[in-house]
């Protein structure tokens, strides 16, 4: 097993630190930025069934589910198509209103996940079109979907997921990217600059990993922290949900993931000294929204954790800690603010002596209801 560990503590931290290969390895093959084309053959074999959907629905559990909220937010963007995000386990159940022309996007690391694969077994009853995004090829659900694009990311051992969520978000990318190509919903200048940036974000997550010995200090000041609180907006609203989920999974400290603005009906009320606060606070993407909810959390002296574009000012001036991550496009960001979230829960776990990689009443796949 130290093997297979290739020299780190723990499962967990290796495929954190696996995150650029992994991410590159999803798009290698698939993305010719000289060329200016994405070519994936799930995608390519179905464009016009793709093309003709009138909304897309997605079916996920877990942290898939929260890969599949940031695609909500790049596909609505991008290919101005109305995206549904839905747990595996609500959809099966409520007798959910599918089209002919609906397509339901099914993600799972594992593709064994018992909710999701019910899910898409319910969508094609009813007639949908369904595409999977797994990572463990030939899986149950990689099989029973009409077709799909593998994430590519590796084996993932450690329970809490990393180098999945991220992967997921960059085939989901490659996805919106294509058929808001096809669609001309984007102007081909724009296309060819995302594809290029989408090519350089291996190199920014490098980058953002170089801040692990920072965010281990921030570890050590919070790890007695009874509650933290996770915010974000926009692309990174659902980033909040998995730093929130990455701690409460592996460390068992309570965490809550909002929307920064929804703070004030509710979560505003828990800030005291004792509150630890993330929040991502990236350039664009509501900025100075962003600030102005930092303002209310230090007015009620929360302990701000930001984390912020390279070069912030602002945020630095009123937030306790601020983490730096390489400037990118803005629907691009939450492949490099989830780095600095997934080293702080993994360095509060380990500072508080859990089992990082196997977290007590937690499965990696969950095959049975
Ligand atoms: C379990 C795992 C999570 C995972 C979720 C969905 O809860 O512990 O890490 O996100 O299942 O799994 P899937 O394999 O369908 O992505």
Not at 109 to 129: C, R, V
Request: aromatic share 8%.
């Amino acid at each position: 097993e130290q093997i297979e560990k290739g020299g780190y503590d723990h499962f967990m931290l290796k495929e954190i630190y696996e995150q650029p290969n992994a991410i590159s390895d999803t798009f290698r093959g698939r993305m010719r930025v000289d060329e200016g084309i994405i070519k994936m053959a799930g995608v390519d074999d179905n464009l016009t069934k793709l093309l003709n959907a009138k909304r897309i629905v997605i079916v996920a559990c877990g942290t898939s589910w929260h890969a599949g909220l940031v695609a909500e937010y790049i596909f609505e963007e991008l290919v101005r198509l109305p995206v549904e995000v839905e747990y595996a386990s609500e959809f099966r159940y409520r007798n959910p209103v599918i089209h002919q022309d609906d397509v339901i996007i099914a993600i799972s690391q594992s593709g064994e996940t018992a909710d999701t694969m019910a899910a898409i077994k319910l969508a094609k009853e009813k007639g949908a079109f369904v595409f999977g995004v797994c990572n463990v090829v030939g899986s149950s659900i990689s099989r029973e979907t009409h077709a799909g694009a593998y994430t590519h990311a590796g084996p993932e051992i450690g329970v809490a997921s990393t180098k999945a969520f991220t992967t997921q978000i960059t085939v989901l990318a490659l996805i919106a990217l294509k058929l808001a190509e096809s669609k001309g919903t984007i102007p081909k200048s724009d296309f060819h600059y995302y594809l290029q940036e989408l090519e350089r974000i291996p190199e920014k997550v490098k980058i953002s990993l170089q801040s692990a010995a920072h965010v281990k200090s921030i570890a050590e000041t919070y790890k007695e922290a009874k509650n933290f609180l996770y915010l974000g907006r926009g692309f990174n609203f659902p980033v909040a949900l998995e730093g929130a989920l990455k701690l409460k999974e592996i460390s068992y400290i309570h965490a809550e993931g909002y929307p920064a603005a929804e703070m004030k009906h509710g979560p505003i009320a828990l800030i005291d000294e004792q509150m630890p606060v993330v929040v991502i606070a990236t350039k664009k993407g509501h900025y100075d929204k962003i600030v102005s909810n930092i303002q209310e959390i230090k007015s009620r002296q929360g302990k701000i954790i930001a984390v912020v574009t390279e070069g912030d000012v602002t945020v630095k001036e009123l937030a306790d800690h601020v983490i730096e991550i390489p400037e990118t496009e803005e629907f691009l960001t939450p492949l490099l603010t989830t780095i600095p979230l997934q080293i702080l829960s993994y360095y509060i776990a380990v500072m508080l002596g859990k089992n990082v990689d196997q977290p007590r009443n937690l499965a990696k796949s969950v095959t049975v209801e």
